[in-house]
């Protein structure tokens, strides 16, 4: 699986993004250790608060269907029909992923023609997490 192939299926996730609000459409393709990919989108809520993002509908599927391991996260967005040249995740997704994913953990960004690699330690250096419980 590549960066652009993990695009691409971040680029048809969106297509399921439901935001009559926003307008802003965001997929995410997130690949696990076992090898599957898990397709996630935005879905937009009339109260707003309860509006739940792509990366983390694609965690909670995964981690649902009994994935706790993975490789990498590939998200794309913009609004209405136009994809964005990049669209990072939000804070609260970062805090979400950090439960699960390792320092290196790759999140591919950008678009299939201009994939932009961060590792994860680079989108979230200070995250709380279990050690901070103990
Ligand atoms: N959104 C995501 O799906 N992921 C992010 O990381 C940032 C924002 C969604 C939430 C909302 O439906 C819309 O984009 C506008 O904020």
Known sequence: MTDR???QCAVEAR??????YSGFRVGAALLGKSGKIYKGCNVENAAYTPTNCAERTALFKAVSEGE??????AIVGGRYEAIAD???PCGVCRQ???EFCDPDFRVVLGTPDNPQV???KEL????????DLE
Do not use: Q
């Not at 979230?124 to 050690?131: A, M, Q, W, Y």
């Open 124 to 131: 979230l250096p200070f995250g709380f997490g279990k050690s």
């Open 86 to 88: 990049f669209c990072a």
């Open 118 to 120: 961060f590792s994860f």
């Open 5 to 7: 192939e993990l695009l």
């Open 96 to 98: 979400a992923l950090a």
């Open 15 to 20: 297509e399921m993004a439901y935001a009559p």
């Open 68 to 73: 706790r391991e993975f490789v990498s996260i």
